[in-house]
């Protein structure tokens, strides 16, 4: 346990940092979640829909550091790969 003034503060910054960064992960999994099932479901107006929606979720989460730059780029890269065979 923190004994210090500030020790005991910054455990307390990190736990509200913490609960925001994971109501925010949890907005982008269920946003890419939305996507794959409109994708499994066959509906393509649905999936693109829900494609534009989550594209500027996962870059805002990369933008503040919650994923990683690279993990955004591969998330939005394979949802269009999919999106792509849905409509060939």
């Not at 005991?8 to 269920?30: D, F, W």
């Amino acid at each position: 346990m923190a004994n210090s003034a500030q020790a005991r503060k910054r455990a307390r910054q990190a736990e509200k940092r913490r609960a925001h960064n994971r109501k925010l992960r949890s907005r982008m999994r269920t946003a890419v979640k939305k996507v794959r099932k409109a994708i499994e479901a066959g509906d393509r107006e649905q999936a693109l829909t829900a494609f534009r929606e989550a594209e500027p979720v996962i870059d805002k989460m990369a933008r503040k550091g919650i994923i990683h730059k690279n993990r955004a780029a591969r998330q939005k890269s394979r949802l269009a790969n999919h999106l792509r065979a849905l409509q060939g």
